[in-house]
């Protein structure tokens, strides 16, 4: 129990020494990666909450990413560049769609929530490219990065990333504290046995319900974060592909635990930052290893390492 | 009486998508009923069918000869693919399913573009089907879009006909209804697993390889085919090929006439700026809309059995 919160802290320590080191080699990409891995993390930690605590299998995730950039877009063409009001709008926008799809999807198990929540996504996806106010399809720019405390601290790189390494740590802290408090617990019993929860007094569809909205507020978190990293919002943030590599950042950490969602998503935007510099056909091997790992070591990389390392975890 | 027409025609080439529409669905529908098994890649199947239309038409030159060996094909992968990675995925959680399909997914859709390129292929309308036929008044409607509603509809019928009078098709509704009890009987449960998940193959790339003369064939199309496909299947309820033919009509016909006649009935009731903009932000979520209003009414679609 106690391994995961230090193994986090590790990694956001390690994190944490990425630009005095990329100042050190003389390679500032290696901060702009950096802040993606975060940026992803965090909305990869947003999942984990549903689908790792919950077993809720969503497949139309990324949808919050993209409100959350699109609150950007938003927000910046009335006059509104503040990070934290942006923030707030996002998470506003998602609270609600989240609420409304959520009502709908969690009346449903198994298959059909993977498809409802796909089929979200995509009604999310074709709102945004039918909006030609903000460019439809082909998406718009944004005309600078938002400001903090009305100064524009967020366009030097360096404090940009540190801004966003905060969130994720103040994501994690609260998803902890939320996972070993008393509605972690009633979430995770659900997950085991719905009948059991019902028999003891509780409604399951109203903790789901909560941490279904929980996860997409703090998922549209980490768009407003994306956006304001590539300066630049499309409806292809909330691509359905998008809502896969979220799961299969859950995949590759291990589900279900807060450490391993931030693991798998610093390794799968590693991973695609790696072989998309060797090939435009990057996504084949992707899908190669990503299937590798399915079919032979189900429990993630996490899994593999403890694996190889008996004893290293009590 | 422009009006009606215009209703007519769009009718039609909802009825026309929506059979398309059909023929993947059924695959999977089966698939799902059967299996309990979630399948991504089944849309690469339609993109492959296609792919594998446009390749053999261009080798034989011959639209028919093109067509048969299409289907073979589609058929050979769907048996190889079970062979190699679905069947070890039977036994497995959802999820485990859901990322194993869709990293089949990248590596066809990315073999497809090392094969082919990303850049759109177009497939020869057969002689003896192109054309078009006089309909009612100055209407006319192209010969292929009525052949590939008749091909499709002889298909439903060629389905029923097989689920519900064969042996084959009794022992598919056995093994949807108790797959153990099916097994203890004595029948090779797994070689039935295998025939089925070919035969959802070979219908999603027959849906390919008809579509491929209308449509141009890119990389994209199986994305957009498998999200709507799933909408079918919800609506129609996981495992009914009579609701994957229903909800698949459904859909067809609301996305086709509510892309075209959404932005001119709203404007009966708002300026027409305003109802072209909002016409065209939510023709395509009608679809969308419409899952989510069947589904608070059945949650388990409309010929659905309920869990």
């Known amino acids: 129990m106690s391994a995961a919160p230090k193994a986090a802290i590790a990694l956001l320590v390690l994190m944490a020494l990425v630009p005095p080191l990329a100042a050190a080699i003389g390679d500032p990409f290696l901060t702009v990666i950096a802040t993606r891995m975060a940026v992803f993390a965090i909305a990869a930690l947003s999942l984990d909450l549903i689908l790792g605590y919950g077993a809720l299998v969503s497949f139309g995730h990324a949808a919050y990413l993209g409100l959350g950039a699109y609150a950007v877009a938003v927000c910046a063409r009335h006059g ?82 540190y801004v966003v390494l905060a969130c994720l740590a103040l994501a994690y802290g609260g998803l902890h504290r939320l996972v070993h408090a008393r509605f972690g617990r009633v979430l995770i019993g659900t997950r085991e046995s719905e009948l059991r929860m019902r028999a003891i007094g509780y409604r399951p569809f109203r903790y789901r319900l909560a941490a279904y909205v929980i996860s997409g507020m703090i998922c549209a978190v980490a768009g407003v974060l994306l956006a304001n990293q590539t300066e630049y919002v499309s409806p292809a943030y909330m691509a359905w592909t998008r809502s896969g590599e979220l799961i299969v950042m859950l995949l590759l950490g291990g589900i279900g635990t807060l450490a391993g969602a931030m693991a798998g998503a610093l390794v799968t935007v590693g991973l695609e930052e790696l072989l998309a510099g060797w090939s435009e056909h990057w996504r084949l091997g992707f899908g190669l290893i990503l299937l590798a790992v399915v079919l032979w070591s189900p429990a993630g990389l996490a899994g593999l390492v403890r694996r190889l390392l008996p004893g290293d975890r009590a | ?193 295998m025939l089925v998940f070919a035969l959802g193959a070979m219908l999603a790339g027959f849906a390919g390889a008809l579509v491929s003369p209308v449509l141009s064939v890119d990389p994209g199309m199986g994305d957009q085919i498998l999200i709507l496909t799933f909408v079918v299947i919800v609506i129609g309820g996981v495992g009914s090929v009579k609701g994957a033919f229903a909800g698949a009509l459904l859909v067809g016909i609301v996305d086709t006439v509510g892309r075209i006649f959404g932005p001119i009935w709203l404007k009966l009731v708002m300026d027409p700026a305003a109802a072209a903009q909002a016409g065209r932000v939510l023709a395509p979520m009608l679809i969308y809309l419409l899952m989510a209003a069947v589904l608070s009414w059945r949650p388990n679609g409309l010929f659905g059995r309920p869990s």
Request: glycine share 10%; charged share 10%.
């Open chain 1, 80 to 161: 509104i560049t503040d990070l934290v009001v942006q923030m707030a709008a996002g998470a506003g926008a998602a609270a609600v769609f989240a609420a409304v799809s959520g009502a709908i999807s969690l009346r449903t198990r198994g298959i059909y929530f993977i498809m409802i929540t796909l089929a979200f996504g995509q009604m999310a996806y074709f709102f945004f490219v039918s909006l030609s106010a903000y460019g439809g399809d082909d998406g718009t720019s944004l005309a600078a990065r938002s400001t903090l405390l009305g100064r524009d601290w967020l366009e030097n790189d360096t404090a940009f990333f």
């Open chain 2, 1 to 193: 009486m422009r009006m009606a027409n215009l209703f007519l025609l769009q009718l039609l080439n909802g009825a026309q998508f929506g059979i398309l529409l059909f023929l993947v669905a059924a695959g999977l529908t089966l698939v799902f009923g059967i299996m309990d098994f979630i399948n991504l890649a089944h849309g690469v199947l339609y993109m492959l069918g296609a792919y594998l239309m446009a390749m053999f038409a261009l080798a034989t030159g011959s639209f028919w000869l093109g067509l048969l060996l299409a289907l073979g094909a589609t058929l050979a992968v769907g048996l190889v693919l079970e062979w190699a990675v679905f069947r070890r995925l039977y036994d497995r959680p959802h999820l485990d399913q859901v990322l194993a399909t869709f990293a089949l997914l990248l590596i066809l859709s990315e073999g497809v573009k090392i094969l082919w390129g990303s850049a759109p292929l177009n497939v020869a309308m057969p002689e003896l089907l192109s054309g078009s036929v006089p309909l009612a008044g100055p209407l006319r409607y192209p010969v292929y879009r009525i052949a590939i509603i008749a091909a499709g509809l002889a298909t439903a019928l060629g389905l029923w006909w097989l689920i519900t009078r064969t042996r084959a098709g009794m022992l598919l509704r056995a093994g949807a209804s108790n797959r153990p009890m099916v097994a203890a009987l004595g029948v090779d449960i797994s070689r039935l697993f």
